[in-house]
């Protein structure tokens, strides 16, 4: 009888904990036709009295497209109100999302939380459902983690592909990417490469590949940090991204860590434009990168950033940074440093850097960080050789050779510097201002830079600064 009494009981002590099957519901299907799907997950009640549940609810309440059942009671308004559990005893939560995947204006990817609340305690579950058809991938999708776990993988522009909680192609595999595909990474995912990545857009802008979020409302176009970016790690070797634009990450492309004997650059870079990130643009740690016709703007710290040491080389780029809604541009534009800061000490790395043709401008006095730990003993060199740039290093400086520094500008600099549309201004001094008839040379690696970013021919004498060569 006591035994019975003490079940019983109702304990309101917020110590009292409940346990939970899982933490994620993810409703792993690709539908091709309106449908809807069921899945659920179980609360334990492992103390010795009961506990009532006060409420279980989805955050986003009637509207949302998902809905719940508790132990058979069908929710008013997607809340289910004062239910108890006896002690080792459990509530089963079955939760139901109904779409049309084929809706394109439906998220990629969408999410709601079922919300349990009892003794003044709330815990989230995540529910995950594709909102369109696509390809999944990532971790709980029947895709797996791993791309090109048994060979080389190709993926094409049939469907939109969406990574959710990023992804890794291994050592000794190449993951190429066909003309006008689009990849989606959800929130903070990161496609992770220790093999090869082989990005293969086309000319015409329409066969670009594109790397974004998962938000594809308007209100989300030029939104930083919605995902993580593009990370080749140490064993990567012979990455190319040609005719892409990467946009709305954290980081565009981490090279980290990577050796500088290599035949071929670590990263080549062609016709690319990386914008809109939170934080740097290209981040290269001891990296050898070879780009050409490459536009990077709007970066929340820096559109180039290169520590400890490294090769690069750069032709025909435009780097160009302003404070916007989302971004409060203070960092320079381009850093290059030869050194790491360690707990023991400082690892100081060789550092070659070229930039040639390339137009360095922003909102501040100094866009141009050049962070020599050793000052002058050999192991650093840089060259800017006909390039623009804003700076307030000085001009007789053996970095800069025929360069424009702090040109007086004013709107003549870029057709629309404010809707970031960085075409040159019929007045722009980057006209007929370059080398010309030059390739990008890297190892093995040629960048041919006989027309522009976009596909317009350079052809007479005299090229323009920058990525666009002046129409007309």
Same mark, same amino acid.
């Given at each position: ?16 904990? &409940? ?7 993810? %409703? ?5 036709? /309106? ?6 997950? &179980? ?23 998902y809905r719940i059942n508790v132990d058979g009671i069908v929710a008013t308004n997607n809340v289910v109100e004062d239910i108890e559990i006896w002690p080792g005893d459990s509530l089963y939560v079955f939760v139901e999302v109904t ?14 939380? /079922? ?34 776990? =048994? ?7 049939? *469907? ?50 594109? %790397? ?34 990467? *946009? ?26 990386? *914008? ?29 950033? &290169? ?6 080389? %750069?032709?025909?780029?435009? %780097?160009?940074?302003?404070? =916007?809604? @989302? ?28 930039? @040639? ?24 060199? /840089? ?51 370059? &080398?010309?008839? @030059? ?31 002046? /129409?007309?």
């Amino acid at each position: 009888m006591l035994l019975s009494c003490r079940k019983d009981t109702i304990t309101t002590d917020p110590g009292a904990w &409940l346990q939970f099957s899982t933490d994620t519901l993810m %409703f792993d299907t690709v539908f091709t036709t /309106v449908g809807s799907t069921t899945n659920g997950f &179980l609360i334990y009640n492992n103390n010795d009295a009961k506990i009532r549940v006060s409420s279980i609810n989805i955050a986003g309440g009637s509207n949302s497209p998902y809905r719940i059942n508790v132990d058979g009671i069908v929710a008013t308004n997607n809340v289910v109100e004062d239910i108890e559990i006896w002690p080792g005893d459990s509530l089963y939560v079955f939760v139901e999302v109904t779409l049309d995947p084929n809706n394109t204006n439906l998220p990629l990817v969408i999410e709601d939380t /079922v919300q349990v609340n009892w003794n003044g305690n709330t815990e989230n579950i995540m529910a995950v459902a594709w909102g369109q058809d696509a390809y999944f991938l990532g971790p709980n999708t029947t895709n797996g983690y791993l791309v090109g776990e =048994t060979g080389d993988t190709t993926w094409t522009s049939e *469907k939109p592909i969406v990574i959710y909680d990023g992804i890794i192609v291994p050592p000794n595999r190449t993951l190429t990417i066909s003309p006008g595909t689009q990849v989606h990474i959800h929130n903070d995912g990161i496609l992770y490469v220790q093999g090869t990545l082989n990005v293969q857009g086309g000319v015409d802008s329409s066969d670009w590949v594109i %790397f974004q979020g998962t938000r594809l409302e308007s209100w989300y176009d030029e939104v930083p940090g919605q995902w993580g970016g593009i990370h080749l790690l140490a064993a990567s070797t012979n990455n190319t991204i040609n005719n892409a634009i990467i *946009k709305n990450a954290i980081v565009g492309v981490r090279v980290d860590s990577l050796p500088v004997n290599l035949p071929n650059p670590n990263l080549s870079l062609y016709n690319v434009t990386i *914008k809109n990130m939170y934080d740097a643009g290209i981040l290269g740690i001891t990296s050898v990168i070879a780009g050409a016709n490459c536009v990077i703007h709007d970066c929340g710290r820096y559109n180039i950033q &290169l520590e400890y040491g490294g090769i690069s080389v %750069f032709g025909n780029s435009t %780097f160009y940074n302003s404070s =916007t809604r @989302y971004i409060d541009h203070k960092n320079p534009i381009i850093r290059i440093a030869n050194y790491l800061p360690t707990e023991e000490n400082i690892l100081v790395s060789s550092t070659d850097v070229q930039l @040639y043709n390339c137009l360095i401008y922003g909102s501040e006095d100094e866009e141009i960080q050049l962070d020599d730990y050793l000052e002058g003993t050999g192991d650093y060199n /840089v060259l800017f050789d006909h390039c623009i740039l804003k700076t307030e290093i000085s001009a007789d400086t053996s970095a800069f050779q025929n360069c424009l520094v702090n040109p007086n500008l004013s709107d003549t600099l870029f057709v629309n510097a404010y809707e970031r549309d960085l075409r040159l201004h019929e007045l722009s001094p980057a006209i007929n201002a370059g &080398l010309s008839n @030059y390739l990008i040379t890297l190892g093995s690696t040629n960048l041919d830079l006989s027309s522009d970013r976009n596909s317009v021919l350079r052809n007479d004498d005299n090229w323009d600064i920058g990525a666009y060569e002046y /129409v007309e």
